[in-house]
């Protein structure tokens, strides 16, 4: 069974950091290129960051650019997003999202999210 | 960016009716087209992904066409389980983009 449990969300102040984690189960992590997708409050769902297999090719949303940072774990399963310069805005909930087959992002599989809420 | 339309934004339906949502894209992103069901405090989860094909384990009251920068999500029977909010994605370029979403009611 594929699993995917994100950890690490939590409050913190506008301007903080915070490094959220995935622990990856069920399959072959590094085979797969790997996603967090975000969803604010009352709001859709906002694609932030890609990482492929390798860890070779990295992409971001021009919201996060430079201030968030994807990195993942093969040997341990994981994937990480470390999130610096925290705004207001960046309050949301966090999934950590498998991609499957074709084209940039076909999202088979998603954690039940993490909150991070910023705040002051 | 690509900019993703879908419409309509909520929808109140009765079970059994046919239902129907549609998504524009800004350009031609042949059929690298997903669509995502949402239910509140739940993970999204696939449904169609490559505009027409069903997700394994998805029953096949859901179906999707379309290509290029016009697609279309049916349900073809309303059943209660389906209330739930319907996203669009296309996976054709960075960034990747979401539709608004799609709120789906009972009537």
């Known amino acids: 069974e594929v699993r995917l449990i994100e950890s690490g969300g939590g409050l913190v102040k506008p301007g903080g950091s915070l490094r959220l984690s995935c622990a990856a189960s069920?399959?072959?992590?590094?085979?797969?290129?790997m996603n967090w997708v975000r969803q604010a409050p009352g709001k859709g769902l906002e694609w932030v960051s890609s990482?492929?297999?390798?860890?070779?090719?990295?992409y971001y949303a021009d919201s996060v650019k430079g201030r968030f940072t994807v990195s993942r774990d093969n040997a341990k399963g994981s994937l990480f997003l470390q999130l610096n310069s925290l705004r207001a805005e960046d309050t949301a909930v966090y999934f950590c999202v498998r991609h499957y087959g074709g084209g940039l992002g076909t999202f088979d599989y998603w954690g039940q999210g993490s909150l991070v809420t910023v705040s002051s | 960016d690509i900019q993703m339309t879908q419409s309509p934004s909520s929808l109140s339906a009765s079970i059994g009716d046919r239902v129907t949502i549609t998504c524009q894209t800004s350009q031609d992103i042949t059929n690298y087209l997903n669509w995502y069901q949402h239910k509140p405090g739940k993970a999204p989860k696939l449904l169609i992904y490559?505009?027409?094909s069903l997700e394994r384990g998805v029953p096949s009251r859901f179906s999707g066409s379309g290509s290029g920068t016009d697609f279309t999500f049916t349900i073809s029977s309303l059943q209660p389980e389906d209330i739930a909010t319907y996203y669009c994605q296309q996976h054709d370029d960075y960034p990747i983009t979401f539709g608004q979403g799609t709120r789906l009611e009972i009537k």
């Open positions: 990482i492929s297999s390798s860890s070779r090719h990295i």
């Open positions: 490559d505009a027409s």
């Open positions: 069920g399959f072959s992590f590094s085979a797969h290129d």
